[in-house]
């Protein structure tokens, strides 16, 4: 049974920093493509970034390209979200989410294209 455990938000200040944690279990991590997305209050959910399995060159939304990194640690089954530079809109929770790929540069920024999602964390970034 595929599960993604995330952790690591929290309360904040506007301009500071958060590092969040996506832990999977039960799936061949090293083989599945691994997003970020967030949803506010009234919104709509919103890629964030995608790393493939292989791991190289994130790709982010412009909307966080700058402050927020995302990386994965394949012997840990574990994916990072650090977030720099936090604004009040950043507030939301944040999920991570999974997808086999066959391709190890492959990776997806749409959320219907995920199969297995975490259960988010909630991120308050206070003014």
């Known amino acids: 049974q595929v599960q993604l455990v995330e952790s690591g938000g929290g309360l904040v200040q506007a301009g500071g920093s958060l590092r969040l944690s996506c832990v999977a279990s039960?799936?061949?991590?090293?083989?599945?493509?691994m997003a970020w997305f967030r949803q506010a209050p009234g919104k709509e959910r919103e890629f964030l970034g995608a790393?493939?399995?292989?791991?190289?060159?994130?790709y982010y939304s412009d909307s966080v390209k700058g402050r927020f990194t995302i990386s994965r640690d394949n012997a840990k089954n574990t994916m990072y979200l650090q977030m720099n530079s936090l604004k009040d809109e950043d507030t939301a929770v944040y999920y991570c989410?999974?997808?086999?790929?066959?391709?190890?540069?492959?990776?997806?920024?749409?959320?219907?294209?995920?199969?297995?999602w975490g259960q988010g964390t909630q991120v308050t970034v206070s003014s």
């Open positions: 790393v493939s399995w292989g791991g190289r060159r994130p």
């Open positions: 039960g799936m061949p991590f090293s083989s599945y493509a």
């Open positions: 989410a999974a997808v086999w790929t066959a391709y190890s540069g492959e990776y997806y920024d749409t959320a219907r294209r995920y199969d297995y």
